[in-house]
């Protein structure tokens, strides 16, 4: 008798998973159940793809560089296997420089993994309540 296959994290689940476990809990263990092998990665002007170990290496990077780093979801959409989320941002980094800021990340999700990114640059400063009418 074999046992049921490992249910397939939803869209939703992939990305709040990515910016809430992966980042806030510094969880780098993570990055091959969420992020695929190949991912594209989309910018204003520039497009690339990553391998994996690109990906783990970035992120371990990003992770080194700010000590202290945390995300908050400001507003999630998601249609099909689409989410979108516009974030705040709160880093130090390891020169002791702390910021505040915010974006907007698009992620495709396909299968579990996030296979493409379309990611704003941030900017300084946050997002305030979305509840605000």
Known sequence: MSGAAPEVRSPVEV???YLDVLYNQRRLD???AL???RTWRHAPGEVRMLTIDESIERLTGLLDLCPVLRFETSVMVAEGDLVTVAWNGWSTQTSGKSYEMAGIEIFRVVDGRIVEIWNSREARGLW???KTF
């Open 15 to 17: 990305v709040q998973t």
């Open 35 to 37: 992020i695929a092998d």
């Open 128 to 130: 305030q309540d979305p």
């Open 30 to 32: 993570l990055i091959p």
